[in-house]
């Protein structure tokens, strides 16, 4: 049984930072593209930013211009869990964030529509405020 575990949301100043992690069970993270998604109320879901599954050297990723610059998605594939470090955080990035993971996704590609990703995480809320 395939399983995401998203952690590492919380409350942080605007300017601050905070990195999430999407820890898999039942399933080789190294075989998946993984996305990020963040839900906000009062806006449209977003896909923030996704990591090609890998042959172990190359992997390519994506972000969404709102995030490019800020965020940062990495793997590490002996923890099986990859990470979405939020950097220069702001008000404006407060969501619901998932982690979702996409098993046949074509080599050194992945997408930020949600629609090819079948298994998702149950979510860590992130809160940016003063």
């Known amino acids: 049984q395939v399983q995401l575990v998203e952690s590492g949301g919380g409350l942080v100043q605007p300017g601050g930072s905070l990195r999430l992690s999407c820890a898999a069970s039942g399933v080789t993270l190294d075989d998946y593209a993984i996305g990020w998604f963040r839900q906000a109320p009062g806006k449209d879901d977003e896909g923030v930013s996704c990591?090609?599954?890998?042959?172990?050297?190359?992997?390519?990723?994506y972000y969404a211009d709102s995030v490019k610059g800020r965020f940062t998605i990495s793997r590490d594939n002996v923890k099986n869990t990859v990470y979405l470090q939020l950097n220069s955080l702001k008000p404006e990035d407060t969501a619901i964030y998932y982690c979702a993971a996409d098993s046949n996704p074509p080599i050194y590609a992945c997408t930020a529509s949600p629609g090819p990703y079948e298994y998702w995480g149950q979510g860590t809320q992130v809160t940016v405020s003063s």
């Open positions: 990591i090609s599954r890998t042959d172990g050297r190359t992997y390519r990723t």
